[in-house]
């Protein structure tokens, strides 16, 4: 098995987008107060994004800001801020249960890792369009316009109903 890495600026640019994934993943698991949450998942998509960069995919990190950083998380918060959030008591921790999913997590990440290195990723066939934000953006306007337009008003119709519930939370006594 050839274990060559080449330490150049993009492995170090990866490597800390990827710690900043998964840290950002880590405590919005482990945080007990939702705002923290809502904001560790932020940090997480806004990493994410920056690794879509590596992967030269720049229309993809651009909507990955756009959708989640900006309007997922905001209307998280303002999901967060519109309902009362009574503070409950944090149920004891289970050092047994929690021991056995560290392991089984590194058990997992091992597997993974093994898994990667030892497989054969083969070349592209094909060379990837040079304005590939233009090439997406006429597949998004022509052959995928009804979707695209039918998320958009998911997206509304699930805002009015949390709006919606807000409302009628506040109204009981």
Not at 54 to 70: I, K, M, N
Not at 98 to 120: D, P
Not at 142 to 159: D, K, M, N
């Amino acid at each position: 098995m050839d274990w060559n890495i080449d330490f150049t600026g993009e492995f170090f640019a990866f490597f800390l987008l990827a710690v900043c994934a998964i840290a950002g993943a880590v405590l919005a698991i482990n945080f007990t107060k939702v705002v923290h949450t809502a904001l560790s998942l932020a940090f997480t998509f806004v990493s994410l994004a920056g690794l879509y960069i590596l992967l030269q995919a720049e229309f993809v990190a651009f909507v990955q800001v756009l959708l989640y950083v900006g309007a997922v998380t905001i209307l998280m918060i303002f999901g967060i801020m519109m309902t009362k959030h009574q503070s409950e008591g944090r149920e004891p921790g289970r050092p047994l249960l929690e021991t056995l999913a560290a392991i089984g997590c590194l058990c997992l990440f091992g597997i993974l890792f093994y898994a990667i290195r030892s497989a054969s990723f083969p070349a592209p066939e094909a060379a990837l369009p040079e304005d590939n934000v233009a090439s997406i953006g006429m597949l998004l306007y022509s052959a995928y316009a009804i979707p695209f337009e039918l998320v958009s008003v998911l997206l509304t119709v699930a805002f009015i109903g949390a709006v919606a519930l807000a409302k009628r939370e506040e109204e009981q006594p």
